[in-house]
């Protein structure tokens, strides 16, 4: 993906993709692709990916126009908030797309799953801390804010970012990724693979947003429903990872196979590591969403209650108190 790099002890050549000798002319990796050495440093591999810096690029100059827009309405912005998403959301997206993720996501199949792993449930959520869709709300016209408060009322989209429909989301994503030819078509269409990358951030987001920024108007019953969807997705998370590191046969041969790495695991053990990734991370990375949707279901119940016993005390207030009625009974005691 790019011209000859040295850096750091590692050599990106040009592209050498060698020809089967016999049957018909299969497809290899994109010309772009650096034929790479074994590294002995991988992750201080660095690659530059100009899809990825655009996208740094313009998430960073929008936050900090945000942040500029705020300050001049002198209104202040947590600086955490700043820090998580400069510091941590960015720099995820930088490590998964340019550095050992992003620089042998064509020579082997486990980079190329940390790579899809990490933009779809890791760097999205990160960048859902630093609290962007908030920053957007506090400095929108009045305007704008009004058409966003339309929006959120179809009800399409209310259960597009509904948490219900994100944790039954992940699984879904990712077996279609893996197991649909997406990944192979990726590996050798340039465009395809970048394109891949923006829809795995933007789906990840569109997940993260709702756990992260919880609106007010959820109801317990949903918050307890999305909680214990939680729980079966968190099951089905293991059968992408299972079946990836049980079969018996590539997934994508003609990637692989033509690579003819010298170096490195064969193509069936790099693809049996990549699904004990997919697995592992498929199920730590739940733990996370179910401890925020448990701590989200509290609190929505706190405030459920607290709204019952006002309104209680509000009927109690306008009500005639009345006397027990033993002691308005006319007949007299036995």
């Given amino acids: 993906m790019g011209s000859g790099f040295m850096g750091s002890g590692f050599v990106f050549a040009s592209p050498q993709v060698p020809t089967l000798p016999q049957g018909p002319t299969l497809p290899g990796p994109p010309s772009g692709v650096a034929a790479l050495s074994s590294p002995s440093h991988p992750w201080a591999t660095f690659h530059l990916d100009p899809v990825a810096c655009g996208l740094i690029g313009i998430a960073a100059a929008g936050y900090a126009y945000g942040l500029l827009?705020?300050?001049?309405?002198?209104?202040s912005w947590p600086v955490r908030r700043s820090v998580v998403f400069f510091g941590s959301g960015?720099?995820?997206?930088?490590l998964f797309t340019m550095a050992w993720p992003g620089a042998y996501a064509h020579a082997l199949f486990?980079?190329?799953?940390?790579?899809?792993?990490?933009l779809f449930m890791i760097t999205p959520v990160l960048l859902a801390c630093g609290r962007p869709v908030e920053l957007v709300r506090s400095v929108a016209s009045d305007r704008s804010r009004r058409i966003?408060?339309?929006l959120t009322r179809v009800r399409l989209l209310r259960g597009a970012v509904s948490p219900i429909f994100g944790a039954l989301l992940v699984p879904v994503i990712t077996s279609v990724v893996v197991f649909t030819g997406i990944s192979g078509a990726s590996l050798r269409s340039e465009p395809l693979y970048h394109a891949l990358q923006v829809a795995l951030l933007a789906l990840g987001f569109l997940v993260a947003?709702?756990?992260?920024?919880?609106?007010?108007q959820v109801t317990g019953i949903a918050a307890a429903a999305a909680l214990f969807i939680s729980f079966l997705e968190l099951l089905l998370d293991s059968l992408p990872g299972g079946v990836l590191t049980f079969r018996t046969h590539l997934l994508v041969p003609v990637q692989y196979l033509v690579l003819h790495r010298s170096w490195g695991p064969s193509p069936l053990t790099d693809q049996h590591t990549a699904g004990a990734i997919l697995w592992g991370v498929g199920e730590v990375a739940d733990l996370p969403f179910i401890a925020v949707l448990m701590v989200r279901w509290m609190r929505v119940d706190e405030r459920e209650a607290r709204e019952a016993d006002r309104l209680l005390d509000e009927a109690e207030g306008g009500a005639?108190?009345?006397r027990p009625w033993w002691e308005t009974d006319p007949r007299p005691p036995r």
Avoid: C, F, K, N
């Avoid at 827009?69 to 209104?75: D, H, I, P, S, V």
């Avoid at 486990?110 to 990490?118: E, K, P, R």
């Avoid at 947003?209 to 007010?216: D, Q, Y």
């Fill in 320 to 322: 005639t108190l009345m």
């Fill in 69 to 75: 827009r705020l300050a001049g309405q002198g209104e």
């Fill in 209 to 216: 947003v709702p756990l992260i920024e919880g609106s007010a």
């Fill in 90 to 94: 960015l720099l995820s997206l930088l």
């Fill in 148 to 150: 966003g408060g339309r």
């Fill in 110 to 118: 486990s980079a190329y799953i940390v790579q899809v792993l990490g």
